[in-house]
């Protein structure tokens, strides 16, 4: 493993140091390793929290900030956080409205949620819970408890926290949430493996001539390992994938993101989405709003996560709104 | 090669196609594949232009916007663009102030603009050149023909852009920019190969345990080969040498950029970010804003650029100055 790092047992504390260091104008540790944001925000607004595993950087605590999370709570590489962390940060990011507690489907992350819920729900905090669960290579819309959150946190985070700015209440929050959750979709591809920063081990295997579709983001299999395909192949098989997971039909509007999980390029990820839109195009699908960038890596892993959400003007209206994160921020122009 | 790529002869303008459909709200294409700004500055300002070679996404183009870039002319992979679509980008982009020209020092793109030059002046064209070449492996300052332009010209951009955005004339933007240039510098290391995506060959080799220090954006050698080093070595090699070349002391201010090549994770450079603030603090130097992105890629290249900056409140100000591009966006508060 060839990789800019020093004890591995450290990661995790030096790289959110770090973090703070390169972005204190915008968040900051407090606590046990919480990343807040560094200008709070104002009295009677709800808050959002999420936890996670690290080793996916930028996610997810890199977009904590105005318009998207208030405390974020990284776990160890690729592990959730313990509770206790948790619990503290619903305490810390509560402004008196209550919080949304945005979670991923990933095993650790859902036992770690339980176990908040319970404890918050004996305390008696105002939070509620709202769980992701999109990735369309682990079955149906019909059972969701198959189906990995992958990036679709990510515009959630977006869509939930400008209405939270908004000062709508933590029901109108959640409800909206919901909305854009219930009509989000994500499927992803991996070309090469990424190796586990601790141990140095690679997460999977993959033969220099496949390329596997619906892979997990800690090297989980996919459902379909085959012979490495064009841009334009790649990009027709997943779109249609996730328009028929949404139910997308001519008139509809999209948003789509590609996230880069580590060394694709964009110039790919460019030439993908050009078909993207050229295939929705034909359907008479718009794609109103667009992004690719790396949003949540699986360490060095070659491949990429395709998401689309149909749009309404509601919530194209909240992705349009302003955000000030360390790496999504939205001028609201 | 794994890349998601079709016909390798139509890799750039398949990329700028799909980058012109993810990111329409804020760019367009326009002429023989110029990017330009989706909504055109105000009548009256000073006009940014660049260009330079494809396969370093988001670089160039992604800056194209509201406080940076106003028209970008991309090349080939790793190739300047002719003289001809450079000149029609001068003259569509003034807009009655005159335009800064920002090159890279590389041998294509300097002789690129050496006609282009000469041929705006034939023309009567309101046109001033800036050339970039901090990279810090070239050689000293006083020689700045052998040092290359590496990320530096991203946060230029910025400065110039914002001065722009003010209404500076084009002899008080070249000013602030010259200053910026001045006192800028960048060292890059790398830790594995990039394949060029026309060829599927790889521009360099690199054995298993070394990596090198001072490599250019095109596989061009470094100044030192060396065993793999933690990721604090790097950073206090690497950071004592720009402090060195800026001349940078105790009360200094500093920007600090990390800028991944492609498939070394944020993780790392947030790793190396934190020894960089440390060995900074240590010398009563104070890094005023930092950064750790994807701004200037070599393709799926392992390494980074690191790039320091001493600034004054003027420079800080157009630093923080707001900007609304798909790479890059402030928010002005």
Known sequence: MKKFINDPDNLVSELLEGYAAAYAKKIKLEGNNLVVRATPK???????????????????SGFVG?????????????????????????KRAD???????????????????NIVMEMAAKQGLNVKQILTHEDVAG?????????????????LYKIAGAAAEEGRSLDEVLAVAEKFNDNMATLAVALTPASHPSTGEFIFELPEDEMEIGMGQHGEAGTGRMKLKSADETAEIMINMLLADIEAKAGDKLLVLLNG???TTLMEMFIVFRKVAQVCAEKGIEVVRGGCDEYLTVQEMAGFQMFAAKMD??????????????????SGK
């Open 42 to 60: 104002a009295a009677g607004k709800v808050a959002i929290v999420t936890h996670g595993g690290s080793g996916h950087e930028p996610a997810l």
């Open 66 to 90: 105005e318009g998207m999370i208030d405390i974020s709570v990284p776990g160890e590489i690729f592990a959730a956080p313990g509770p206790p962390r948790v619990l503290d940060a619903i």
């Open 95 to 113: 402004l008196g409205a209550g919080v949304l507690f945005v979670v991923l489907n990933h095993s650790g992350d859902v036992m770690t949620a």
């Open 139 to 155: 079955g149906p819309k019909s059972e969701p408890e198959n189906r990995r959150g992958l990036v679709g946190c990510v515009p």
């Open 261 to 263: 999980t580590g060394a």
């Open 313 to 330: 003007d509601e919530l194209i209206a909240l992705w349009d709104a302003p955000a000030d994160t360390p790496y999504l921020t939205v």
